[in-house]
């Protein structure tokens, strides 16, 4: 059994990581990607308070975030080829239109 | 009762259609809607004679007919029973008036046919006369005194209209003003009557107040006749208001004639008439009002003689008529006041009553409404043959004139009272009533020779007036022809009423019997009048014989020229006198002009300077917070929305700044975001795990 500690340091660490890709990466996809794993890092801490705690609902919740974000990368990656499609660039920093 | 009492209303309503269709749309009819006027004056008068032959069939004569009421529709709602209707009585003298008005009236219209032939606005004129008619119509038959009022208000409008028939005339727009504000003068005195008579009785209608007349106290008895006489004065042109009469000349001679003859003056007459209510009080035990009588009688018979003496030296033949009206009004009013003086002392008395003065009065109306209406038109037609009114001018119209001269002879032995012309009988009663109303106030006897001299000047006026005008050589320029024949028919059934009107009262027993006032003047004439009657009467023709006999020696035959009296000393003065009418016009002028104009002038300044000047202070002050309450709505009203609204918008600038369209920049903001609210919700928690707390 590995111990609680561990697994939620993954996680912390695996947000971390994501964290800094949503923030200081410039490619659509790589942010994307990164908002995956940031997911993901929240996953884990579900399973593994499921476990610790033996109560089945945070894994029920677990596959409910795989699936949304099954979800959210589909409509992401509409959304960056619309904006490729459009304005020949997926570079967030060249991507703000959405201003005043 | 009447059979078929509505058609009374017809009488009213046809010359009021008259008037109405021809004031539209009489240009498009003959003569100006002449033929239209004369028609419904015609139909009027068929139907007075109905009502009238009724009345006299129905006991009329023996002075028993019951007056009736034709009751119109309620004008003035008010408790029941007290309402204001517009209704129309009938009895003796309203009857008598009725037919009288009409007959003369259409006379005169006839007439106007061919004196009127070549003015220009002859549907004005028809118009108006019309209207007039419908005024004298509507006077005589109202059965209260409102509705009299409105009918005799009418007749004031009419009368300003006509006598200003030729506006463009300064003479005649000045003549019509005189007559409107000297007449409305009576008016505002009969107006006040009328509201006393409300307030005392809560009724208006003769037949309602006669039996209660006993309820007013003695003072209200004598005022209320007085005002009622106030404004008979103003109407019949009596002495002080006398000066509209002689000026109103101005309009056309046939409207002197209606006023003089049918209508308007003879209204004061008639009200005066209708005032014996008040003047002999029917209920038993109540005093008479003397006071109110003895002023009617003197008024009358000062004005009687004042006239007659202006009539003497005037040179225009229409004014000499119209003092000559005057006078004779004057000597109305002597007969009603002297009868009423009679009658009420015999009530007081309780012998029976003697009501002669009361059918003396109103025969000399009728009969000089005849002669009167006569020598107007006469008039008028010489002055249509001459084209002057001025005496001295014409001269020697017998020749040319043969019809007019000798119709206008009859009227002036009428008016200067030679049997047996009407004017004598009439004349000669009112001269008899008030000799004999002197036995219980001497007072009377010196009106008595008021009349009697009056009597003496009358016929030397009238016939100075026909000698200058028919005797001697012509004097003016231009070729006299008589009138056509629609003029002098007229004249010829004149001239025969001239003649006949006094004798016709005769066959009816008397003239008193045809106007009875509720006491039949009885006795078959020539029996049973007093022996010294007979004397009166004789003198009274005496002097009149004297005064024509003056005037043939004067201006028939230059005996006695005319300058001798006035060159004479003395006599300069009284000629001067009389030509300037006693000086009152200038009195009255002179009153207009400084008192009125002062008051007016001391209103004007008061105006100018006191309202004004509040007005315009109010107003300057009203500007003042006006031009304050501007700059605080400016400054801080305005200043404040405006500064919310620029807040406003440099805030929401400051903030869009903030919106970069930089997604990564958002998302840091929300990664600091919820660390700051991590250490916020749960910073003292943590401090406390590690640090060991407190």
């Keep these: 059994m590995i111990p609680l500690q561990y697994e939620l340091l993954l996680s912390a660490a695996l947000f971390c990581i994501g964290l800094y890709g949503v923030l200081a990466r410039r490619n659509g996809i790589i942010v994307l990607m990164s908002i995956e794993i940031l997911l993901n890092a929240s996953i884990l801490n579900f399973v593994a308070f499921s476990s610790y705690s033996g109560n089945p609902s945070g894994q029920v919740f677990a596959l409910l975030g795989i699936a949304v974000a099954a979800a959210e990368a589909a409509v992401g990656l509409a959304v960056f080829l619309s904006i490729y499609q459009t304005h020949g660039t997926i570079e967030l920093d060249k991507v703000r239109f959405l201003k005043w | ?694």
């Design chain 2, 1 to 694: 009762m009447i059979a078929n009492a509505w058609v009374v209303w017809l009488i009213l309503l046809l010359p009021l259609g008259a008037f109405l269709v021809v004031g539209l749309i009489g240009r498009r009819f003959r003569e100006g809607g002449g033929y239209v006027v004369v028609g419904a004056m015609a139909g009027s008068l068929v139907l007075s004679l109905y009502v009238f032959v009724q009345v006299l069939s129905q006991g009329g004569l023996g002075g028993s007919f019951a007056p009736q009421t034709v009751t119109g529709y309620i004008w003035l709602p008010s408790i029941p029973g007290n309402e204001i209707r517009i209704s129309i009585l009938i009895d003796n003298l309203s009857s008598l008036m009725l037919v009288l008005v009409s007959f003369l009236c259409l006379l005169i219209f006839i007439y106007s046919l061919g004196y009127m032939h070549e003015e220009e606005g002859k549907p004005r004129y028809y118009a108006e006369v019309s209207l007039f008619a419908t005024g004298m119509l509507g006077t005589v038959s109202a059965d209260n005194f409102l509705q009299l009022l409105i009918f005799w208000e009418i007749m004031g409008l009419c009368s300003y209209l006509l006598i200003g028939f030729w506006y463009h005339k300064p003479e005649a727009a000045a003549a019509a003003k005189k007559a409107f504000l000297v007449t409305r003068v009576g008016d505002v005195l009969f107006l006040v009557a009328v509201l006393i008579i409300w307030n005392e009785f809560g009724t208006l209608r003769f037949n309602e107040i006669a039996p209660r007349v006993g309820l007013l106290n003695g003072q209200l008895l004598t005022l209320i006749p007085l005002l009622l006489f106030g404004g008979a004065v103003g109407k019949s042109a009596q002495f002080p208001l006398h000066t509209w009469l002689p000026d109103a000349m101005e309009g056309p001679t046939t409207v002197s004639a209606l006023i003089h003859a049918a209508t308007m003056v003879k209204a004061g007459v008639y009200l005066t008439a209708r005032s014996f209510i008040f003047l002999v009080p029917l209920a038993p035990g109540v005093e008479p009002p003397f006071t109110a009588i003895l002023v009617i009688a003197a008024i009358g018979g000062f004005t009687t003689l004042f006239a007659a003496s202006m009539a003497v030296v005037n040179n225009d033949i229409k004014r000499v008529l119209a003092f000559s009206t005057i006078s004779q009004l004057g000597y109305m009013f002597l007969g009603l006041g002297a009868g009423a003086f009679v009658m009420a002392t015999d009530t007081s008395r309780g012998v029976e009553v003697n009501s002669a003065g009361y059918s003396a009065a109103l025969y000399h109306l009728f009969n000089h409404a005849f002669f009167k209406a006569l020598l107007f038109l006469s008039a008028g037609s010489v002055i249509h043959a001459v084209d002057t009114n001025n005496m001295r001018e014409m001269g020697g119209l017998s020749a040319p004139m043969p019809v007019t001269s000798r119709v206008m002879l009859f009227g002036a032995l009428a008016l200067a009272g030679i049997p047996p012309f009407s004017g004598f009988f009439s004349k000669g009663d009112i001269l008899s009533v008030t000799f004999d109303a002197g036995a219980d106030q001497p007072g009377f006897y010196l009106l008595y020779a008021f009349g009697l001299l009056t009597a003496f000047l009358t016929a030397f006026y009238a016939f100075r007036l026909w000698f200058l005008t028919f005797g001697g050589s012509y004097r003016g320029h231009g070729h006299p022809h008589e009138a056509p024949r629609v003029m002098t028919f007229p004249l010829l059934i004149l001239a025969g009423f001239a003649v006949g009107s006094g004798l016709l009262a005769y066959p009816m027993q008397g003239f008193g019997n045809l106007i009875f006032f509720g006491r039949p003047d009885t006795g078959f004439p020539l029996v049973g009048i007093p022996w010294w009657h007979y004397g009166l009467e004789a003198m009274s023709m005496g002097v009149a014989g004297l005064g024509i006999v003056l005037a043939w020696s004067m201006y028939a035959v230059p005996q006695v020229p005319p300058e001798r009296f006035a060159k004479a000393p003395g006599a300069a003065f009284i000629h001067r006198m009389l030509t300037k009418r006693y000086w009152i016009d200038d009195v009255y002028d002179a009153i207009g002009r400084t008192v009125i104009v002062g008051v007016a002038r001391g209103l004007d300044w008061f105006d100018r300077n006191v309202v004004d000047g509040i007005v315009n202070a109010v107003g300057r002050g009203g500007m003042r917070v006006a031009v304050q309450s501007d700059v605080f709505d400016r400054r801080v009203i305005d200043g404040a929305v405006n500064a919310v609204s620029l807040e406003t918008i440099r805030t929401s600038w400051r903030l869009r700044q903030r919106q970069s369209g930089q997604v990564q920049s958002y998302a840091w903001v929300i990664v600091v975001g919820i660390v700051v609210l991590f250490f916020l919700m749960f910073g003292q928690r943590l401090v406390e795990r590690f640090f060991g707390g407190p």
